[in-house]
């Protein structure tokens, strides 16, 4: 990899003045970001390291909300979460693999938006809100395509608050290589109204399937999902599978998902 | 270069690294503890687990620098005070659980982490937990029998 | 009763404390003082007209020692090939150059261009960005049928994409013809296998080193043959003779063959290193390594099988086209040959059989010898053939199968593919199958399956290999440009230890551990007195390394035939020290005994007397215990064996688990039960890798579209199942002192069909008849064949 200036900074606001220099660039976990430096894929004058902020770090419950800290690492936001909102505990604890999830974050996940990982599909379902060190951000706006979300240069998330529904399961079919999503679906019902959020399936990345969501209105079973065809248009085609079998995997997962819950 | 320190298998080390050293390289070229395998370069094969500060990690995917101030423990502080094999490399000596032995050290870092974790892990608990470390020679089989009996002779140990 | 010393005893891996502690020896541990680092610049195109390379900006950058391009190879020689095939018409293989570095043309993404030599490893990978290449691309080939089509030539001078046309047995075209016109029934399948990527999880590397002072090179490489390495770097390429290059594989961190063959960073680092007068060191990243690695398979295949209306095999006819690459590795043209026309009489009597084999040239990576070599092919695409022969014919597979077996009293069996199989017997491996798979519990197994939603398969397979490889005579004939023989010195040292130094070369099978479990049997004398050495062309005698299932069947024959002179000789000096004569000494458990008496004088004192030779026949007898042995074998040995797997299948999703799987093999006799179960274990990973797995696709402009593990998707932990082995049925070889035959590749082998036959037995029974579902297995491949 290129070389590259290195801080690791013990306050958000020293992180946000050494962001705030040219060509910086956050470093969370690094669990994506490390392989793309490695690759030479990317040519950062200055890597901060917000893994040393303690305000960064933490999962707190309360209110209907479980509110996950930027930098907190993938295993312990899954125990933090496990006993009031279990499907987010599973996603999280089934990321990567286990030393992956030691390192890395919620806000590392949600600020690459990689359009095969699990964050944003549970922050979509949810509509969760991104919390950044300017605003507030809720999930419907904070993804924005492939790769892209509504983060500006030197703007740090740092928490997100994730309302737990009154039910919730998250269906991850992995790509038999990376153990991405292949397809993954997070269903959450939140009374009458269900949010359908699927990751690894779209050219866009993570979307919300609204005719599903349609669908489950009111009559929240795997029945009601019968009827329903997502368009391959659109959708990833790649050598782990076509866009008609994403379609396809996209409403299996949904079904199971809703079935779980 | 940047000044780093930390403590690897109980002894205080320090040295000077570029920002974009990873953990792996420190260990590997500064220290020259060797144990420590580097299998790929897409975080995937798990040759290269250390713990840190008792977590499992990939040190290929972690800079010596964020290293700073941590507990390192490598393979080559697995063995017992006199130097015998410890609990878990005698389980995958006994186990045939290695043979070319490039992946192993890393196997035997996630294994101690999970046994840590789960004292009795069931043959899915470490099909599962193994997922990020990649053997190309065992099929595995041996390896799992290992770490189940690692973790028989740890709960025996406690008990 | 399990043993628990020598022949037979599943001793404990010694190498095992080193590889625990993180005291082993890997290549890229090594640093040799005042070594520099190379990076190699690799075309990103796959097919090109090299127009210039300019190393200006690269050379000027910090740290950068010199700069090698193409140009500085001129008049060094190239990468040679090891086989030379013959073609149908009497015609050589067609032999494009390999140079070191490219010139004037680049023929695949990752042939080296440039390696720029630095001071650090990050300094020349900086530098060799600044490395400019002119290249002017042109369409690639990737497609076999395309290469042979008229697409993009790769080797212009040779003026088609064809290396060779092979007919095998060629006299029998014409009979396989009429056969298979004459035939009651006809089964036909056409199928792909799969192209790999081996993936030993130590990547390459290479360290080259000069003594200007003795004018001596030394590489230390990660090499499977190290002596082979010698041979063809220093004849070949290099020009170096033999006494002034030493080549020294440490620890080798797995093969599965890729390390077999001389690749270009060798020749590069050795040759940098005379130049610079400095050691130079190159270490391949995994991505390198998927660009540069031969790869393995890669065979389109059309098999058709004739029998009659009792299920009787009466010819079998195969035309396969197999993918060379952009360039003949060591041993890449062996490969869809002798090393897979000769096993397509599997386990069965065919009267008549007929292999075509077009060998392609690509704009790819060179593809050689991976795991099983050629006889997963032949595996491959016979035993799905015949299941699905039994499935037309409505035959129980495993009947059809015993149908045809070659029976137990029918060997030596003489194929008409022009080898004869010693011994064997392959309905009691099969009875053994049945066995331990618990084959007549399926049914209530597959009731379970269904009951969750689940289709569940049953698929059973033969498969048999030569291994051993091979005799020299014969191979010769047959156009490879080497012996295959194996060598062994054993010294015995003065106070009765044993030095035993070999051709082979462990990279995960415990050479340590079980060459002195065969010695000190023999020797009567504990394990722990018997050491070995390789790896080192420097302390081992001349042999040609660690594959094709062959270091204990020849490397360990030799081995034994040392040990047998050695035997010899210390009967002559316990004879003198007996006062009897030499034909009345009988060696037994460590001691020398005169019979029929209580005389007897200890291996130590023997030991002794030949390196203290105060009481000693000198007239008669040269002092000193240390005795060399060539073994050159007299036939392949014939591993064989039968397997089984249950799958099931989600047909919603079409994602395929393995339930269980169950190997029944014949090595004939096991030096080490626990070595030999690990290695069919990894053996069928291996295998279940490429059933459902491995893919090591291109797109058609020739990148490799799985050129990392997050596309490449190796086994892990969680795609294998727990494993039933069983070696119990054992026919020792007939010709090799050991009587063993070879059990590294078995599992590789003899495992994906029965995976594929699973699957696609399942989705019979499930009410889809879907015929085949090509390599690798995978859940979309599964889903659009359900969905038509």
Redesign the interface.
Known sequence: MYNFDFERPSSLADAIVALAQEDSQALAGGQTLIPTLKNRLANPAKLVSLMAIDDLQGVAVGDGVVCVKAATTHVAAAAGAAGSFPALAELAGNIGDPAVRNRGTVGGSLANNDPSACYPAAALATGATIVTNLREISADEFFTGMFGTALGDGEIITEVRFPVPDAANYQKFEQPASRFALVGVFVARFGDRARVAVTGASEDGVFRWVEAESALFGNFTKASLDGLELSPEGLIGDIHGSAEYRAHLTKIMAGRAVAAC | MNEVSFVVNGREVSGEVEGRTLLSEFLRENLRLTGTHVGCDTSQCGACVVHVDGNAVKSCTMFALEAEGSNVLTIEGMANEDGSLGVIQQAFQDHHGLQCGFCTPGMVMSASALISENPDPSEMEIRDYLEGNICRCTGYHNIVKAIQAAAEATRTQAA | MPKDFGVGAST??R??????????Q?T??MNVHGQAHVHFVRSEVANGVLKSVDTSAAAAMAGVVRVFTGADFEGVGGLPCGWQITDRHGEPMKEPAHPVLAQGKVRHVGDPIAAVVAETA?QAR?AA?AVSCEIEEQPAVTDMKAALGGGALVHDEIGSNLCYDWGFVEENREAVEEAIRGAHHVTTLELTNNRLIP?????RVAIGDYNPSTDESTLYTTSQNPHVIRLLMGAFVLGLPEHKLRVVAP????G?GSKIFHYAEEALCTFAARQLKRAVKWTA???ESFITDAHGRDHVTKIELALDKDGNFLAIRTETCANMGAYLSTFSTSVPTWLHGTLMAGNYKTPLIYVNVKAVFTNTVPVDAYRGAGRPEATFQLERVIDKAARELNMNPIELRRRNFIGADEFPYSTPVAVQYDTGNYQATMDKLVDIADIDGFSGRAESSAARGKLRGLGVNCYIEACGIAPSNLVGQLGARAGLYESATVRVNATGSVTVMTGSHS????HETTFPQVVADMLGIEEGQVNIQHGDTANTPMGMGTYGSRSIAVGGAAMVRATEKIISKAKKIAAHLLEAPEGDIEFKDGSFAVAGTDKSVAWGDVCLAAYVPHNYPLEELEPGLEETAFYDPANFTFPAGAYACEVEVDP????VDICSFAAADDFGNVINP??V???V??????GIGQA??E?A?YDDNGQL??G?????????????P??VVDHSCQTPCTHNPLGVKGCGEA?AIGSPPAVVNAVIDALERGGHSVGHIDMPV???RV??AING
């Open positions: 404990k891996r190498e095992d404390v080193r590889f625990l502690t993180g005291n082993g890997y890229d541990d990050a900086d960005e993936n030993a999880m130590e990547p620890d080798v961190g797995g599965f990243s995994r991505s990279h995960g099978q415990g919603e999703t079409g994602k626990m070595i179960d690990g290695q274990h990894g053996g069928i990973a291996q459902l797995l893919h696709t579209l799985a990392s593990y997050m596309d490449y998707a190796m086994p892990r932990a969680d795609d294998v727990s494993l599992g995978s859940p979309s889903w659009a």
